[in-house]
């Protein structure tokens, strides 16, 4: 049986299926159980699994990754929600200095199965410290798992598979995608594999690669020029892992790269997919890998977000320099 989910929806399904099959799994954070979330993506967990396996925390961060910390390590799977994204950076010092090295710090023999859920990203006129794309702290970082969903279909499997992991997985979810978008969505349980990347569209002459929200940004771009240039689309998916295998192969077919993501420019993921793109395809190469990010400032207010944000008109502009080349 399938549902036509926005990605809130699938998100809620997909926690509520993990906690019905595993008692260990548990919710936590501000505001995401009475309330079911200032998104409402943990709506109605409280009422069906109770306030011990949906919890209602007090506003301190540094305590609740703490707190999650401890308790993947004995036997709890704890699924935490930064409420927004700029709430997640008090969370570094934990995230950075023990829950990513408990593996590496025991040799292999302990775990952190913990998955911080973070909104993130602009295109919502939100305040400061709401709209931030904090990825690349994340993926800096050995021994944790970058997840960014561009759908509710992958949504739903990448949020299961990433509470069945057996390490910290930082789970960011587009906050412009949570109801822009709606798909089919199977009721069942599924996974999506962490660390494999989706051709969205296929394309013989240069190559969109982005996540989260500017992958539809991308797919917009490649619909204008349909006729002109032959865009392929790559949905990452993961950042970390990265699948790059994906990426050099599609490089490998047309020659030319373009890179999207609202977050900063300066050592975004994009440098990172760039500098890996050489090392692999530099003789593959027919122009310049081009970069469309935002710039190096914090994400201004409402009346400036567009001029910020990478948009259909800066990737075609991309596209363009890079055919001309």
């Not at 540094?62 to 390590?73: C, D, E, F, P, T």
């Not at 593996?103 to 775990?111: A, D, P, V």
């Not at 021994?143 to 949020?159: E, F, H, M, R, T």
């Not at 409402?302 to 990478?310: G, H, Q």
């Amino acid at each position: 049986m399938m549902a036509v989910l926005d990605m809130v929806q699938a998100l809620n399904q997909a926690l509520k299926l993990e906690m019905q099959r595993d008692k260990n799994v548990v919710v936590l954070g501000e505001d995401v159980g009475a309330d079911g979330g200032v998104f409402r993506v943990t709506d109605g967990l409280q009422k069906e699994f109770g306030a011990l396996r949906c919890i209602d925390t007090p506003l301190a961060e540094s305590a609740l990754i703490g707190a999650s910390i401890g308790l993947a390590m004995n036997g709890i799977k704890p699924v935490l929600e930064a409420q927004f994204n700029g709430f997640s950076i008090p969370m570094l010092d934990q995230l950075v200095n023990h829950a990513s090295r408990i593996r590496w710090r025991t040799r292999g023999q302990r775990s952190c199965p913990l998955v911080l859920r973070i909104p993130v990203g602009g295109k919502i006129r939100a305040l400061e410290h709401h709209s931030d794309s904090p990825e690349t702290y994340f993926a800096h970082t050995p021994g944790l798992k970058v997840v960014i969903p561009s759908n509710p279909y992958d949504a739903k499997g990448l949020l299961i598979s990433a509470i069945r992991d057996s390490d910290p997985v930082i789970f960011l979810e587009p906050l412009s995608l949570y109801r822009a978008i709606k798909q089919e969505v199977p009721n069942k349980p599924y996974t999506v594999e962490i660390g494999k990347a989706s051709v969205m569209r296929e394309g013989s002459e240069v190559t969109l690669i982005s996540y989260g929200a500017m992958v539809h940004e991308c797919l917009k771009a490649a619909e204008m020029l349909d006729g002109k240039v032959s865009c392929e689309v790559i949905d990452l998916r993961t950042l970390k892992p990265l699948d790059i295998e994906a990426v050099s192969a599609s490089v490998e077919k047309t020659g030319r790269a373009i890179v999207v993501h609202e977050a900063q420019r300066y050592c975004g993921v994009a440098a990172e997919v760039a500098a890996q793109i050489v090392e692999n395809n530099f003789l593959n190469l027919k122009a310049p890998i081009q970069r469309v990010a935002g710039f190096d400032a914090v994400l201004p207010m409402p009346k400036l977000e567009k001029y910020y944000l990478p948009n259909v008109d800066k990737i075609t502009k991309a596209i363009n320099k890079a055919m001309s080349y």
